[in-house]
């Protein structure tokens, strides 16, 4: 599965990561253990906002999970989050540091230091009733950090 990688990392760094929406988590914690990995690995930090009530959030997990070039895009390049948005936890603290969610999925991409670099909007990646994996793709490497950075 996509984040099976970036769990194992996640692990060596003392953070377990959620491969699912987890009401339970502490997201704050988490964005803070993926800062510093990310920080020690060149990558960036990808928030991906949402909760297993979403069947767009599902549909994109599913997305990542069954393109092998995309997963590698993830594993090499971003340090996954994901960040729970349910009646069971608004995570309303955590998300009010970033600019407003109009829907989910929502993607957060922050840098090294955990400054916001983009705020996307999934729905500007979808196509049909699922995500274009050619759109996501592109999106991904065009937050990558850059080469000289890693």
């Known amino acids: 599965m996509v984040l099976v990688a970036a769990l194992s990392a996640a692990h060596a760094f ?3 990561r959620s491969e699912k929406f987890d009401p339970k988590r502490n997201a704050a914690k988490d964005i803070r253990d993926a800062i510093v990995e990310a920080r020690q690995s060149g ?4 928030l991906d906002v949402g909760g297993e009530w979403c069947i767009w959030c599902r549909r994109l997990d599913s997305l990542f999970a069954s393109h092998p070039d995309i997963e590698e895009v993830l594993r090499r390049n971003f340090v996954v989050v994901k960040v729970n948005y349910s009646k069971e936890n608004k995570n309303t603290r955590v998300l009010s540091h970033y600019p407003k969610v109009a829907g989910y999925p929502h993607i957060f991409i922050l840098d090294d230091r955990g400054k916001l670099l983009r705020s ?4 500007e990646l979808e ?3 699922g995500h274009d994996p050619r ?8 937050w990558s950090p850059p080469p000289a950075d890693r």
């Not at 990558?43 to 990808?46: D, I, M, P």
Request: net charge positive; glycine share 14%.
């Open 14 to 16: 003392g953070a377990e």
């Open 43 to 46: 990558k960036r930090v990808l």
């Open 120 to 123: 996307e909007d999934t729905g």
């Open 127 to 129: 196509s049909g009733k």
């Open 135 to 142: 759109k996501v793709l592109s999106f991904l490497r065009a």
